[in-house]
């Protein structure tokens, strides 16, 4: 399929490595955040989530980390595989509000 | 598992003319949504719907309509189409939980709209 995020923020990253993507969101009165991977050609899929209450999550092979004084979301990715490449996006949404407002896209590259 | 159904899954247009896009939710998911993702973009939100009405709008332009139907299909028409319409639309479902906890959206492959 075609790809999405021609001229969006890249991360090349070493097989079994660990990568970081990195977020910054823009309503102080988000209150739930998530992360959304996209493979070329499809819809944004659930990686994981964090309610503003938190600031530390983990999930398989992921965490992610809510920093909420600068409005910064990160990602990380464990040992690294080449089906992790694809663009990552981080969404937010505010409390009651269902729509999500999603952040730029970063395209991760898994490097064999 | 059931997913999110989209159709078309590729849709070509020329200018000026109209295009109508199709999504099945989830079975037994009542709120759907549709987001606009163009080249190089993050999805942006369009339109939502919760048990058959209009629940949020977001930039959607005058030209499109939607409206979800009583098996909670919903349907994206897009008149009077412009170059700048090209996209990949996306429609997303999620139940709604009463106590009013957050509910994943699960979203679509997409629909690959290109205005000629």
């Known amino acids: 399929g075609e790809s999405v995020g021609l001229h969006l923020p890249t991360l090349s990253v070493q097989e079994g490595d660990n990568s970081i993507i990195n977020c910054a969101y823009s309503?102080?009165?988000?209150?739930?955040f998530i992360w959304y991977k996209q493979e070329s050609g499809k819809g944004p899929q659930f990686i994981i989530d964090?309610?503003?209450?938190?600031d530390k999550r983990q999930g398989q092979r992921v965490t992610v980390l809510l920093n909420k004084t600068v409005k910064h979301l990160s990602l990380q990715i464990a040992a690294t595989q080449p089906g992790d490449s694809a663009v990552y996006f981080c969404?937010?949404?505010?409390?009651?509000?269902?729509?999500?407002?999603f952040g730029t896209g970063t395209r991760l590259t898994i490097i064999p | 598992a059931a997913g999110v159904i989209q159709s078309p899954r590729h849709l070509i247009k020329e200018k000026r003319e109209t295009a109508t896009l199709k999504c099945y939710p989830i079975?037994?998911?009542?709120?759907v949504y549709w987001y606009q993702q163009g080249p190089g973009q993050d999805p942006q939100f369009l339109i939502s719907?919760?048990?058959?009405?209009?629940?949020d709008k977001g930039s959607i332009p005058d030209r499109f309509s939607a409206q979800q139907f009583s098996d909670y299909h919903s349907e994206l028409n897009m008149s009077s189409l412009e170059l700048g319409d090209s996209a990949l639309y996306f429609c997303?479902?999620?139940?709604?939980?009463?106590?009013?906890?957050?509910?994943?959206?699960?979203f679509g492959p997409g629909t690959r709209l290109t205005v000629l």
């Open positions: 079975p037994r998911h009542d709120t």
């Open positions: 964090i309610r503003s209450n938190m």
């Open positions: 997303a479902s999620s139940s709604t939980s009463p106590s009013g906890a957050y509910n994943e959206q699960f």
């Open positions: 719907f919760y048990e058959k009405m209009q629940s």
């Open positions: 309503n102080s009165a988000s209150d739930y």
């Open positions: 969404a937010e949404r505010g409390f009651g509000n269902e729509k999500l407002t």
